[in-house]
């Protein structure tokens, strides 16, 4: 009977155990993510020529950060593309109609919704130029 007793013990006292280690790396993940600051404040700058709109975005972080899709009222981007750690990069996006694009400008209409992925970690945001 003490044996019983005794394994019981260790297998409720092993479950503790594993419980509060996964517990405790959830919490150190959720700590980590939320320490990440990327792009709190955006460097991020448009540059309009022809029918090609180029967007600069600035990775101050030690990572690599994949924009997976950059998409608004008449533009998108291409490609995806990789903006290496601490780098800034220009990608050029499409502009389908100039003149439509060029008034949502004007009018203030213009948002462009950004799609990044970093550290298994994917990440939407939206900027108004």
Sequence with gaps: MKT?????FIAVLAIELIFMNALNSLNQGISQLSNINIFS???MSFFAEGNKLEVCINNPENFPVVVCSINGKEISLPSSAVIPAQTAENI???VNNYHEFYSNIKNG????????HFLNVTVC?????
């Design 41 to 43: 404040q955006p460097k």
């Design 109 to 116: 209409d213009c948002t462009v919704f950004i799609k990044l």
């Design 4 to 8: 019983v007793g005794l394994i019981a």
């Design 125 to 129: 945001t939206s900027e108004t130029i």
């Design 92 to 94: 050029t996006l499409q």
